[in-house]
């Protein structure tokens, strides 16, 4: 059989959420003004043209092909089609979308970018990287190169001249940056870098002629750990057009992402030039961070949403089994369609109902970046700051680790057709895997939500967040059509409330946090979905239509059977370390 | 040069949730199908655009053409008009209409007023709807303006002193070649969209089309927002009055399955003996 790959960007749901998260505000915010609703709409939907016409059909070759390395030339070879993918996408518009004006981009607010990040994550994953790497190198030199450095690489990388990567991780240095030795020595006003990186997306490909490499590495006089680290950008090829030493030493071979290359980066003497200040590196790095862990954040909601349609395909054609109730049975017919067992579309609902509102989370999270950099009101920036900030984490860890088990729920609903290969789904599966280890593993996220971003400020960003789940609480709290799912919320953000207060108690040491920070960050997780569904539900319970219809199912499923899920996390919680620390170490 | 292309904004017929007819055959319900310009328009614009660029360029318009694109219906058809000045045509023109109110006589001596105002030199459209696929308007426009046509267009070569067209018309059995003193009207069928379908000799010969109607680069779309839209109501016009009333409407009787015959002589015999096809 001829494998299945089947896509529609769900433009109303996009359409919905950006109503709901009163989008208006945002377009009213000075740079924006170009973007109304509609326009934003027709843009997305022609971006999902692309993504599925164009994007969508390599997405099976890639995975086929993988990427190739020749030694002789340290060069890597794509799979068939893809640099021209790139260029096309390009043409389209699509890389330069959101980056700002003044380097020839199309200053799209964030939240738009999101949408066309999701989808063409959805239609290529392995090739999503490229573009999205590129714009994570592009924020970090706007946010933190000289003018000088934004005049000669912006304009090439927001035009997919050249192509941007991340070199941090290191064979002795993964999370633990502060093990970093690769150096950077001075020399005139520019510096010599020297060591290996491992695993750097897109160290190397065929789509462009020049790659712009950032890299952490240490100055003579750094000091030990993490507060050594600066930033340098070396380029492949220098201003002169001859070859840098920085070259590929190799693939590595692995589970998913097959077209996307994992290089292994030699620099030998590398000529760069320094980011930001001397021994700042890691504060220049968190501020593009948000960005990029939103993006992978987004990676379970994209391939969630294909698994999910690819498996509602398969459903409304295969039959198998009786309908327990015998006036669902279909007349005349062998076997039922599968939907009618409770099983099925049980199965498809935990995917639908956790998706729509991780969606929805992820890009209040965005708004709340645009809010940051545009508002003119300093509270607003600094309330959009905040959510940014504290949401980040949640989205990154939740959304990649629901969306890997959304993923697989929707194998399950295929069967035997979801793990062989027709279908797709084996691929997306192991496609969606890695987003729950880099950019920071998802337990580093959970660190990052209880040991940093719920004490800054004293607990600042998240009184904020909490005020907004209480006034949608308090604001619904006469609306009859919705009340049970304003209970379920009132009880779950109860019990975080309750964690999060214990979690910044005395008994609470580092262990304890290290023990159950994960637990943690999934009742926030799942609480911070409810409160998208009630956002979401209030808008609906005023309208009529099957769409609007659809949506408060979909938010009862997700409080009915989905939100319970918190009184035993929280459970968890509470059991704090003493049963995880109890162990020796030779009793492993 | 200046080239009309008039645009029709269909509910798409392929969409999953399919036509449907109201109850008693009163009329045709296209609720829930997705809103979309009509494919054979989208390739007229397609035509209209490589026949005033230099395909190596396809951002720009030649010096002195340009290509208007105008439609007669709701309000919403403004997005199609977009969606064509995204593509690279120049202005709009939106003559606010409900469908039930015209038909194709009716779009073709409206579309007569407009070619009056407009004064282009070629009118490129589609061979017809993939709604109504009624397949007249291009040829009753003709009529009335008194200018010649050529429908069914699969290529166009536009002369070099840009007076002439040749037309490559698809018919039953192969291509009729027609040459045409401007202005004149074309509709154009499918493979007017194939990659060397058109010559205008400024696009090198060498150069390939992409298959297809061109994606609307996102920065076009923006720049769009920008390109002159004008609205006006269709009694501006000065027409009016339907001939066409419909009496009922049916959806045609379902496939019936097909049948497995063991061989050739079975194929004949049942060719013969039941489909009497020979
Ligand atoms: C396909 C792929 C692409 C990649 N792309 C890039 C890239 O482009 N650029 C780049 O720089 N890197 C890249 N990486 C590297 C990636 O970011 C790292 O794998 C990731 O940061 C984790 O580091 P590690 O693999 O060394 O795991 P380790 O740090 O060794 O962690 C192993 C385990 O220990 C846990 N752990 C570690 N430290 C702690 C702690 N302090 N507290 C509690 N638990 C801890 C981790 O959560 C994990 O479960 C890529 C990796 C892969 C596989």
Redesign the pocket.
């Known amino acids: 059989m001829a494998t299945v790959q089947t896509y529609r960007a769900p433009l109303d749901d996009f359409r919905f959420i950006l109503e709901v998260l009163g989008y208006d505000a945002i377009h009213a915010l000075p740079g924006y003004e170009d973007y109304d609703l509609e326009t934003v709409l027709s843009l997305l939907s022609q971006a999902d043209t692309f993504c599925r016409e164009v994007a969508l059909p390599l997405n099976r070759v890639g995975d086929k092909h993988g990427v190739k390395y020749d030694p002789a030339t340290a060069s890597v070879t794509s799979p068939p089609g893809f640099p021209e993918l790139f260029r096309k996408y390009v043409e389209a518009g699509l890389l330069s979308l959101g980056h700002p004006t003044e380097f020839g981009g199309g200053g799209a607010p964030h939240a738009v970018a999101l949408f066309i990040n999701e989808m063409i994550t959805a239609t290529n994953k392995s090739f999503s990287m490229c573009p999205g790497?590129t714009q994570g190198l592009i924020e970090a030199i706007t946010h933190h190169g000289t003018d000088d450095q934004r005049a000669r690489y912006l304009p090439k990388l927001i035009a997919g001249e050249w192509t941007g990567?991340?070199?941090?991780?290191e064979p002795q240095?993964?999370?633990?940056l502060g093990l970093l030795t690769t150096k950077a020595v001075p020399e005139g006003d520019r510096y010599r870098l020297t060591g290996t990186?491992i695993?750097?997306?897109f160290g190397e490909h065929d789509y462009c002629d020049n790659i712009v490499h950032l890299v952490l590495a240490r100055l003579p006089d750094a000091p030990a750990g993490i507060k050594g680290i600066s930033v340098f950008i070396v380029p492949k090829v220098l201003e002169d057009g001859t070859r840098n030493g920085i070259t590929c030493a190799g693939l590595?071979h692995?589970m998913g992402?097959h077209a996307?290359p994992?290089c292994v980066m030699s620099l030998e003497g590398a000529l760069g030039e320094l980011v930001g200040e001397p021994h700042k590196g890691m504060k220049a790095m968190f501020t593009m961070m948000n960005v990029a862990r939103l993006n992978v954040g987004l990676e379970g909601v994209a391939l969630g949403e294909i698994a999910y349609q690819t498996a509602v395909a398969f459903a409304k054609d295969r039959r198998q089994g009786r309908a327990m109730d015998p006036e669902k049975r279909e007349r005349g017919a062998a076997a039922d369609n599968i939907l009618v067992h409770p099983d099925v579309r049980r199965m498809l609902l935990e995917v639908r109902s956790t998706n729509e509102a991780m969606r929805s989370l992820a890009v209040f999270t965005a708004l709340e970046i645009d809010r940051a950099a545009k508002a003119t009101d300093p509270a607003e920036r600094e309330r959009g700051a905040d959510l940014a900030a504290l949401l980040t984490p949640v989205v990154k860890s939740f959304c990649t680790e629901r969306g890997f088990q959304n993923t697989s729920e929707c194998m399950q609903v295929l069967g035997g057709s979801g793990f062989t290969a027709d279908w797709s789904i084996e691929q997306y599966l192991r496609d969606l895997r890695?987003a729950m280890?880099?950019?920071?593993?998802n337990?580093?996220q959970a660190?990052d939500l209880v040991g940093r971003k719920l004490p800054a400020d004293n607990g600042r960003s998240y009184k904020t967040f909490a005020g907004l789940v209480r006034e949608a609480i308090d604001r619904n709290a006469g609306n009859a059509a919705i009340a049970d799912l304003v209970t379920a919320l009132r009880e779950s953000f109860s019990t975080l409330n309750q964690l999060t207060e214990w979690l910044g108690s005395r008994e609470v040491d580092g262990e304890v946090v290290?023990a159950v920070s994960s637990a943690y960050l999934n009742v926030f997780g799942l609480t911070a979905l409810c409160h998208q569904w009630v956002l979401q539900a209030e808008v609906a319970s005023k309208r009529e239509g099957k769409f609007f219809e659809t949506k408060l199912k979909n938010a009862r499923y997700f409080a009915h059977h989905v939100l319970p899920r918190v009184d035993s996390l929280a459970k968890v919680v509470r059991a704090g370390k003493r049963h995880i620390m109890a162990f020796e170490a030779d009793e492993f | 040069m200046k080239i009309l292309v008039p645009l029709k904004r269909t509910a798409d017929p392929d969409n999953a949730n399919k036509i449907k007819i109201a109850p008693g055959g009163a009329k045709v319900v296209t609720d829930g199908l997705e809103p979309k310009p009509n494919p054979f328009d989208e390739y007229a614009v397609e035509s209209a655009l490589r026949l005033t660029e230099n395909g190596t360029n396809p951002k720009a318009r030649l010096a002195g053409d340009s290509v208007v694109v105008a439609t007669f219906g709701a309000k919403e058809a403004s997005q199609t008009l977009r969606q064509a000045l995204a593509m690279g045509a120049d202005s709009g023109l939106l003559f606010e209409a409900s469908d039930e109110n015209l038909d194709g006589d009716l779009v073709a001596r409206a579309l007569a007023k407009v070619v009056e105002r407009e004064k282009p030199d070629l009118v490129v459209m589609g061979k017809q709807a993939v709604d109504g696929d009624s397949n007249q308007v291009g040829q009753i426009l003709a009529e009335r303006l008194g200018w010649p046509s050529a429908t069914f267009a699969m290529s166009i070569e536009l002369s070099q002193d840009k007076k002439s067209v040749i037309v490559g018309r698809e018919v039953d059995g192969g291509v009729i070649k027609l040459k045409l003193a401007l202005p004149a009207v074309i509709t154009v069928d499918l493979r007017i969209v194939a990659p060397k379908s058109i010559t205008n000799h400024v696009t090198p010969q060498t150069h390939n089309y992409q298959e297809g109607a061109r994606y609307a680069p996102l920065p076009m779309i923006m720049a769009a927002k920008k390109k002159p839209l004008a609205e006006a109501p269709f009694a501006s016009l000065g027409v009016e009055g339907v001939k066409t009333s419909y009496v009922k409407f049916e959806a045609p009787p379902a496939r019936k399955a097909g049948i497995k015959v063991k061989d050739v002589p079975e194929l004949v015999q049942r060719l013969r003996a039941e489909a009497k096809a020979l």
């Open positions: 790497l990567t991340m070199c941090l991780t240095c993964g999370t633990d990186k695993w750097i997306t590595e692995k992402i996307s994992t890695i280890i880099y950019e920071g593993t337990h580093i660190l290290g």
